[in-house]
């Protein structure tokens, strides 16, 4: 079952994933076989106090098609957050989709996702 029909489903589970930016694309949430997930929020933050400004990029790696660009090398400022996705504009990953993200360096950008799995 390649994508559920949504209006009949039989389980939703919310979940948070984190971690830390790095600089190849990683993916903080990838849908599995018989589900969609729903991503309703995704927040960046630069947890460097000093000098630097970070860029994040963020994609979806579709399992099927063409990848698509969410964002690209949107720079954050030393101690700053910014929303890239909120509820008022949600996401859905197909099966085998992945939600990935890339700074420009490492150790200065913290994701955090918040999504429900919908079986």
């Known amino acids: 079952m390649a994508n559920p029909n949504i209006v ?8 948070v994933s984190t971690q830390a ?3 190849t694309y990683t993916s903080i949430v990838t ?12 927040q ?5 106090a000093s000098d630097f400004n970070g860029t994040i990029s963020a994609r979806i790696n579709k399992s099927s098609g063409t990848d698509a660009r969410i964002a690209d090398e949107i720079v954050i400022p030393d101690a700053s957050s910014l ?3 909120s509820k008022d504009s949600s ?3 197909e099966e085998g989709d992945a939600l ?3 700074a420009n360096d490492t150790g200065y950008l913290e994701a955090t996702c918040s999504y429900e799995i919908i079986s």
Request: include cysteine.
């Open 8 to 15: 009949a489903v039989s389980d939703i589970r919310g979940k």
């Open 21 to 23: 930016v790095g600089t």
């Open 31 to 42: 849908c599995a076989t018989d589900t969609i997930v729903k991503v309703n929020t995704l």
């Open 44 to 48: 960046i933050t630069n947890i460097n």
């Open 83 to 85: 929303v890239l996705i």
């Open 91 to 93: 996401i859905y990953l």
């Open 100 to 102: 990935e993200l890339l």
